[in-house]
């Protein structure tokens, strides 16, 4: 039976041999072994696991939002007002990773699922580099929707919250 629990740092070499079979071919900061027990040990990452096996995981951090726009407070500003930011947390999905036997199975959309019901007042943001673009519809159905593109050149996606109220329906 799978259930998607809090990873625990005896649950850290299974998820470091899950990012490797995944063949992540680009460098970051957040896929060092070492940045990934820092985010067990904070509590950020959610395993789907079956017993003994490791589905896939996720994991997030606060976003500081002068890492895109490090000297220009207006535009940290406009980015803000742009989202529509009312002082929420910023959560940055850094990882969600699929044992390549289990993708496509729905399994990643369940830990999203999760994760969006643990922090539902969150703004989530993630990053996609141009070389994974085929990871975009995924996305697009966890309701991220473009931003616009980095320096680096990958695409910043940002997370539409449900709108409620009275408001929220577009016929009222």
Same mark, same amino acid.
């Given at each position: ?16 041999? #899950? ?65 529509? *930011? ?10 969600? *990773? #699929? ?24 703004? *989530? ?21 473009? *931003? ?17 109220g009275l408001c929220s329906?577009?016929?009222?």
């Amino acid at each position: 039976m799978q259930k998607i629990v809090t990873a625990q740092s005896r649950d850290l070499p299974a998820l470091s041999k #899950c990012m490797r079979r995944s063949e992540i071919p680009f460098e970051s900061s957040f896929l060092s072994e070492e940045k990934l027990n820092e985010a067990i040990e904070e509590g950020r990452v959610s395993v789907l696991k079956d017993g003994a096996s490791l589905y896939g995981f996720a994991s997030y951090y606060d976003f500081p939002v002068e890492a895109i726009f490090p000297n220009s407070a207006k535009k940290q500003n406009d980015f803000l007002e742009s989202i529509g *930011y009312r002082g929420e947390p910023l959560l940055l999905l850094e990882a969600v *990773y #699929c044992d390549p036997m289990r993708q496509r199975k729905g399994y990643a959309s369940l830990l999203l699922s999760s994760l969006f019901s643990k922090k539902k007042d969150a703004t *989530y943001l993630t990053v996609l580099p141009m070389d994974r673009m085929e990871f975009l519809p995924f996305f697009k159905k966890a309701r991220f929707v473009p *931003y616009g593109f980095l320096e680096s050149g990958a695409l910043l996606l940002v997370r539409k919250k449900k709108k409620e109220g009275l408001c929220s329906d577009p016929s009222f």
